[in-house]
């Protein structure tokens, strides 16, 4: 039997919400880097992961890419994802 296709809401503190699906997979988490880079413009990488643990694993990734990158600064910031209806 298929496993159930559900979608996944993040909501981040600045109003930003991100909507991941239909997905079977068990993702519990959402991470979002927002880097301001060394002329100024603003780059977003982003992704989910199965746990909480692998959601903040990433934080000490990111310190490293931040200096090896040149980025002036940087935001990480990890939300619980909610199951909702279909859009």
């Given at each position: 039997?298929?496993?159930k296709k559900r979608y996944l809401t993040a909501t981040l503190p600045d109003g930003y919400v991100k909507t991941i699906g239909p997905t079977a997979t068990a993702?519990?988490?959402y991470w979002r880097i927002v880097a301001v880079l060394a002329d100024g413009r603003t780059e977003v990488f982003w992704g989910h992961t199965k746990s909480l643990r692998e959601a903040t694993g990433k934080k000490a990734a990111t310190a490293e890419a931040a200096r090896q990158r040149g980025w002036k600064s940087h935001v990480f910031e990890v939300v619980e994802l909610t199951e909702t209806p279909a859009p």
């Open positions: 039997m298929a496993k993702f519990t988490h």
